[in-house]
């Protein structure tokens, strides 16, 4: 399947977008987004949707300012609104001492969701694809985060914004044809092959590896992830339920009722604990607090620099250090 079938199949048989929809295009001027442009510029012809475009300049690298300009002259050519803004990455990364990576993408999206609620989009389109999807899947399975559901389809962030990314199912060999064959402008981001980043180091070093092995590897893992997100969909809603049953949470202080808790299924005791615990939620983390639980451990677990773990009489207890 090539790639605007994959991507026009995905809009229709996932429902992503609909006639009369406002979509505003995250597009950084690579050959993903800017085929998924291209591509959104195509179905507003079989559709009828009002598109617009944000290009958001990092400030992370000198080709910015000429990748925004490129992606400006492509708008004007298709007669579509360009908006461009830019972001203090750095600047906020030092403050809020993050990684230059998580700054980046909180900025990013807090940008989008701005805009969009400024001049009244109810979606936002980014052109995460196959590729994307399966790096985050790998990167969460090496970090023990347990969740193979990698990049959601959709996930609102607003009551009328919903974010959404047509581009999913489509590996990047076959956007890179769809651009050449339509003859596309585009830019290359050169920290896409510093394996200084994990996702980096899985992107040119794993995947490539994992593919040998199963050609359609990427498809594969697609289908996983989209299973994965169906039924935790459901299991999160009934975890959300018995959580509020048997846990009582407060700004420096979670409680946890044992006796209600432990009558629970494993899965949802699982679940409910990865809801509640307020720092490191990985895998081995929720299963260390689940034994210290059964075994009826009463010492005190350091969760992090913030929060500690303990088992008093029939509670198990969540504290913020004192500092």
């Not at 394996?195 to 697609?222: D, G, M, Q, S």
Request: proline share 2%.
């Amino acid at each position: 399947m090539k790639a605007w079938e994959g991507f026009y199949k995905n809009i229709i048989r996932s429902e992503l977008v609909k006639n009369g929809d406002r979509i505003l295009l995250a597009v950084s001027g690579g050959a993903d987004s800017m085929s998924m442009l291209h591509m959104f510029w195509r179905l507003s012809k079989k559709i009828k949707i009002d598109i617009a475009v944000l290009n958001l300049n990092h400030g992370l690298r000198k080709e910015s300012s000429r990748e925004a300009k490129q992606v400006l002259n492509f708008c004007k050519k298709l007669a579509i609104t360009c908006m461009l803004g830019r972001l203090l990455v750095k600047e906020y990364s030092k403050a809020a001492k993050i990684s230059i990576e998580t700054a980046a993408r909180e900025l990013r999206y807090a940008a989008l969701e701005d805009a969009a609620t400024k001049h009244k989009f109810n979606k936002i389109a980014t052109a995460h694809n196959a590729n994307d999807n399966a790096e985050t899947v790998l990167m969460w399975l090496l970090r023990g985060s347990g969740n193979f559901s990698g990049i959601p389809q959709t996930r609102k962030i607003s009551k009328k914004i919903e974010i959404i990314r047509p581009l999913l199912s489509v590996r990047r060999t076959l956007i890179d044809e769809y651009v050449k064959k339509q003859k596309l402008p585009f830019s290359t981001d050169k920290s896409n092959f510093s394996l200084e980043y994990t996702r980096n180091k899985i992107r040119h070093t794993v995947v490539p590896a994992v593919e040998k092995i199963n050609p359609l590897a990427l498809e594969r893992i697609f289908s996983l992830s989209r299973i994965q997100e169906r039924e935790d969909a459901y299991l999160e809603a009934i975890s959300i339920n018995f959580l509020k049953k048997c846990a009582k949470i407060s700004k420096n202080r979670i409680l946890l009722d044992l006796p209600t808790f432990l009558r629970y299924n494993e899965t949802i005791r699982f679940r409910i604990l990865k809801n509640l615990i307020p720092d490191k939620k990985y895998s081995a983390v929720i299963d260390l607090i689940s034994d210290k639980i059964l075994s009826k451990d009463k010492s005190v677990f350091k969760l992090s620099s913030q929060w500690s773990f303990s088992v008093k009489g029939n509670k198990a207890v969540f504290s913020k250090i004192k500092k």
